[in-house]
């Protein structure tokens, strides 16, 4: 390659250089990027903390423009079987504050990233939000069933909301 043809070449180097960035850029998805679910009955949309694991989750609570909004409950199942769920406030999807019930134990505070309580160091007054958020979603969530006359599940969320606000003191 002749000193003229590389001199000619670079000449057009800087259009293919933005060329390609704008591209990267176009393309990059960020690592904490929302995977975005859907309740398999009411097709509602939310993005699942990561500690609830994959697969089919349930969401109670309202749905506003498709989305999951405000108190509520995403509970994960496995046919049958009762898998994790979280408690909390959802914004137009997404998990915001609350907690995930999960068998070794309850993940607090905020959503960051892809998860409930993923901050190393969690403010306590968050935690203490949490917790009563949490509370206020059960109770949504048992009033739900008992309007559903399903008076086992109406006690068992009833019990489950006086426990978390227990977690408070």
């Keep these: 390659m002749t000193a003229a043809r590389v001199f000619r070449g670079m000449g057009q180097l800087p259009a293919?250089?933005?060329i390609a960035?704008?591209?990267a850029?176009?393309?990059h998805v960020p690592a904490d990027a929302a995977q975005w679910s859907q309740d398999p009955s009411s097709h509602c949309k939310f993005v699942a903390p990561?500690?609830?694991?994959?697969?089919?989750?349930?969401?109670?609570?309202?749905?506003?423009?498709?989305?999951?909004?405000?108190?509520g409950m995403l509970r994960r199942r496995d046919g049958e079987q009762a898998g994790p769920a979280f408690f909390g406030r959802m914004k137009e999807g997404v998990?915001?504050?609350?907690?995930v019930d999960l068998p070794e134990g309850f993940r607090v505070g905020s959503f960051s990233g892809d998860d409930i309580g993923g901050q190393a160091e969690s403010d306590p007054q968050?935690?203490?939000?949490?917790?009563?958020?949490?509370?206020?979603?059960?109770?949504?969530?048992?009033a739900q069933y008992a309007t559903e006359k399903?008076?086992?599940?109406?006690?068992?969320y009833e019990e489950l909301a006086k426990t978390l606000e227990q977690q408070t003191d």
């Design 25 to 27: 850029l176009c393309s």
């Design 95 to 99: 998990p915001d504050i609350g907690v």
């Design 21 to 23: 960035l704008a591209a």
């Design 50 to 71: 990561v500690s609830l694991t994959s697969g089919p989750t349930f969401w109670i609570g309202a749905c506003i423009n498709g989305k999951a909004s405000g108190e």
């Design 126 to 142: 968050d935690r203490i939000n949490a917790f009563r958020i949490a509370a206020e979603a059960a109770r949504q969530v048992s």
């Design 150 to 156: 399903n008076a086992g599940s109406a006690r068992h």
């Design 16 to 18: 293919v250089a933005a």
